[in-house]
């Protein structure tokens, strides 16, 4: 498997507090995504990162935030949980116009 | 922005047989198109991609076609095995973002 690790794997939340979720890196890759994934979505890029301190948002990113202050590490921050949120989240890492890999996902239960 | 539709959202095939997955995009200007397998509980995992400058690639029993002129790329998996089962997703680039289809649910029954 790819050097990429997300944490956790698992967690339940109540709605209104924040939460985050960390995605970390050992390949040096210089872009960084975070997805969620729903039923009859598939994936859906919530932000990403071109580099340390270099980010832009995808398709879904309201109500999230990230930040990349290390190469190997991009957190993803819910600000305030709501239950639209539950999801699966995926993180990926790849160069442009390769397929990249992706993480085991972080299942998050907001109640 | 580019939209990417995958059908069918369900495939049941028997071992042996053929399974075909079929996408269309929307943006003229997106130029890789990867496909992906998810198992049960794991994240995505590219199988094979093809680039705007080729119709088709093959690699051992998957292969990809991409029409650019109808805007449509397919997966064709032959001789499917029940390890073949999974869900597949789609895909469509023409910078550092990937667009993704709705993913087909893939049972192969032996």
Redesign the interface.
């Known amino acids: 498997d790819a050097g990429i690790t997300q944490s956790p794997r698992h967690k339940v939340t109540e709605t209104g507090t924040p939460v985050t979720l960390r995605c970390h890196q050992t390949e040096n890759h210089r ?1 960084m ?1 975070w ?1 969620r994934q729903d039923p ?6 919530i932000h ?1 990162s ?1 580099g340390v301190k270099d980010t832009d948002k ?2 879904v990113s309201d109500g999230y935030s990230v930040s990349r202050s290390k190469t190997e590490d991009f957190l993803l921050t819910l600000e305030s949980a709501t239950s639209s949120q539950t999801s699966v989240y ?1 993180c ?1 890492i790849s160069d ?2 390769q ?7 972080t299942r998050l239960t907001v109640v | 922005g580019e939209n990417v539709e995958q059908h069918p959202s369900t495939l049941s095939v028997q071992e042996g047989d053929s399974a075909v997955i079929k996408c269309t995009y929307s943006d003229s200007a997106s130029n890789y198109f990867p496909w992906y397998k998810q198992e049960l509980g794991k994240g995505p995992q590219l199988i094979i991609d093809i680039r705007s400058n080729v119709g088709e690639k093959k690699d051992q029993r998957i292969a990809v076609t991409l029409n650019k002129t109808a805007k449509h790329f397919s997966l064709h998996i032959t001789e499917t095995q029940p390890e073949d089962s999974a869900v597949y997703f789609c895909a469509a680039s023409k910078g550092d973002k990937l667009i993704f289809g709705t993913g087909t649910r893939l049972q192969v029954f032996p």
């Open positions: 872009y995504y997805y009859g979505h598939g994936l859906r890029l990403y071109y995808g398709e995926f990926a442009p116009q397929g990249g890999f992706f993480g085991q996902g």
